[in-house]
């Protein structure tokens, strides 16, 4: 079975300083995995993904997350987080051997950015 | 706006009804997810529908049930509605089953069960 964990519920950063939102795995093969952030009363929107390739992958807003295979972790990073950062994160995951199979969603860590 | 449309907006119902959610994919995409988003349970997925069959099935309760149509738009059937069912309801969708696509997510329907 596939899983996803984000062990803290909630990240506090004040304005400027980098931010880190961690996120661990689980599949049986190679995962694809996703970074989402949820604003408030809104749907998710797509951040980055890894399929393949560089383990460093750079997306939306700044935003970049590192693929480690050997810790299954995908942790989320900003080098200066600005205020407007403050969201709610999901790290989802998806087995690439298990075709068909829809993303698994952690439960969400809670980003907020003080000024 | 993403794309997916989610109607309505929010819901409230009493125990023991049922509702119908509904979800009109982005344009081009043949997929589509059903996910609920509680406060203690995050984001659960329920059940997926690719070009109008069933391609997989998460913690979807027996109450509730989800068809696609043949113009590709989905419904989320929930009956016998328990307070527990009070959630956020998203559809997502994607252009396949493949997940080097990323998916799109609806802006939800908030159900509320009194």
């Known amino acids: 079975a596939q899983s996803v964990a984000q062990p803290e519920d909630q990240v506090n950063v004040a304005e400027g300083n980098p931010l880190t939102v961690k996120c661990t795995y689980s599949?049986?093969?190679?995962?694809?995995l996703f970074w989402y952030v949820q604003y408030p009363n809104r749907g998710l929107q797509f951040l980055l993904k890894?399929?393949?390739?560089?383990?460093l992958v750079k997306g939306s807003y700044g935003f970049e997350a590192e693929f480690n295979k050997s810790q299954t972790s995908f942790h989320l990073k900003k080098p200066s987080a600005l205020v407007s950062d403050s969201a709610l994160y999901f790290c989802?995951?998806?087995?690439?051997?298990?075709?068909?199979?829809?993303?698994?969603f952690g439960k969400g860590t809670t980003l907020s950015v003080s000024s | 706006d993403s794309g997916v449309t989610q109607t309505p907006k929010h819901l409230i119902t009493a125990t023991g009804q049922r509702v119908t959610l509904r979800c009109s994919p982005r344009s081009g995409d043949l997929s589509v997810y059903w996910y609920q988003q509680s406060l203690d349970q995050g984001l659960q997925f329920l059940i997926q529908?690719?070009?109008?069959?069933?391609?997989a099935k998460g913690n979807i309760l027996e109450r509730f049930s989800a068809q696609q149509f043949p113009d590709l738009h989905s419904e989320l059937n929930l009956s016998s509605l328990e307070l527990g069912d009070s959630a956020l309801y998203f559809c997502?969708?994607?252009?396949?089953?493949?997940?080097?696509?990323?998916?799109?997510f609806g802006s939800g329907t908030r159900l509320t069960v009194v």
């Open positions: 997502a969708s994607s252009v396949d089953t493949g997940v080097g696509y990323g998916y799109t």
């Open positions: 599949v049986s093969g190679n995962p694809y």
């Open positions: 529908y690719y070009n109008g069959e069933e391609r």
């Open positions: 989802a995951v998806r087995d690439q051997g298990q075709a068909g199979t829809a993303l698994i």
């Open positions: 890894y399929i393949t390739g560089d383990n």
